[in-house]
């Protein structure tokens, strides 16, 4: 298992960077191109990770970049209202915006039911974030520096993220390295984020992707989830990878860790509520992220990985706010009622 830095070391456990957006959703069963009512809502992949570790007790904070004015302070009440800090959200002028997306969630009776999102995020206070911005007050600052796909596949995403890993993490071994591969289609094609992630798993502590993503975008000949794990571990001297499958109607969490070459699964889970399918493989990160800075065992990790998950699809909202780990750890043991809780 990955050695981290001892709790209590840094002034935070965990780092994100990465753009939070104002999500507008509409009603299920609603055409996107006919909604006139939105529902406001805030998220983003690695703020969506940094608040669902809220469940273990651990400090978090993210890194972006907001306007100020009054769209970029609901955004900032938002996270502190998830208890993730602001310490380092850089403001911008308020002429800049906050970056949009508006969601049609899917009814989840069918296969033909699919969520859609629709990206307004040009031109956002994010993507005018520079280097020069950032100085050096994050230094040593957390435990586990985290970032996602989604932020390298923006401009200023991958040049903060180089800056970073080139200036800082390479500088401090003690901080570990997360990162979700997280590919969208929607913001650029699997040949481009091939090579741009291929170039930064050499920072990468800690990997997580999509079986899919393995066979797909890395175009990797392995029929086993295992042996997919094995190659991000071998290849580019990962500790820990996590992948996650979808099948059908089922889902599942694997984890493999390279010190031990140790393969482990968590159940499958079956017949799944789909309120929140946004954000749920976020939350997942979070499980196994949180596991194991709290120093729990790999199985441990995976089982809490898939968990957590299990609890945002029941929850609409991007982020999973402030979850109660008992809750969570009662899935594992299929110990929920469905009764109300008094």
């Known amino acids: 298992m990955l050695q981290f830095l001892p709790q209590g070391s840094a002034p935070f456990d965990f780092l994100g960077l990465g753009e939070v957006l104002q999500c507008l959703s509409i009603e299920v069963g609603e055409q996107m191109n006919r909604a006139d009512r939105f529902v406001a809502k805030v998220g983003g992949s690695e703020a969506n990770v940094a608040a669902a570790l809220r469940a273990y007790g651990l400090r978090t904070a993210i890194l972006t970049g907001l306007p100020r004015n009054d769209r970029g302070f ?70 586990v520096f985290h970032t996602s796909g989604i932020t390298l596949a923006l401009s200023a ?28 289609s929607a913001l ?7 090579k741009t992630n291929l ?32 190659h991000f571990a071998e290849e580019y001297g990962i500790g820990v990878v996590s992948l996650t499958k979808r099948d059908g109607g089922t889902w599942q969490a694997m984890m493999y860790d390279a010190e031990d070459k140790s393969f482990v699964q968590s159940r499958k889970y079956e017949n799944l509520p789909t309120l929140g399918r946004v954000g749920s493989g976020d939350t997942a990160v979070a499980g196994s992220l949180g596991a194991m800075l709290a120093g729990m065992n790999l199985q ?5 990985m898939s968990a957590f998950m299990v609890r945002k699809l029941s929850v609409s ?13 009662a899935i594992i043991t299929q110990q929920g009622s469905g009764d109300v809780k008094r």
């Open 74 to 143: 609901f955004v900032n009440d938002a996270l502190r209202g998830a208890g993730v800090s602001d310490d380092f959200v850089k403001y911008l002028p308020p002429e800049s915006r906050v970056g949009l997306y508006y969601y049609a969630p899917g009814s989840g009776t069918s296969n033909f039911s699919h969520s859609k999102v629709l990206y307004d995020r040009a031109n956002s206070a994010f993507t005018q974030l520079t280097t020069d911005m950032l100085g050096g007050d994050f230094r040593t600052t957390a435990r």
């Open 157 to 184: 995403g991958k040049a903060l993220a180089t800056h970073i890993a080139q200036n800082i993490l390479e500088r401090e071994p003690g901080v570990k390295v997360s990162y979700d591969i997280n590919y969208r």
């Open 188 to 194: 650029w094609s699997e040949d481009e984020a091939r």
């Open 199 to 230: 170039w930064f798993l050499r920072y990468v502590d800690y990997l997580n992707v999509s079986y899919e993503t393995c066979r797909r975008m890395f175009a990797l000949p392995y029929e086993s989830e295992k042996d997919c794990a094995r």
């Open 300 to 304: 441990e990790a995976v089982d809490l």
């Open 317 to 329: 909202s991007d982020m999973l706010v402030r979850p109660d780990l008992k809750e969570i750890q």
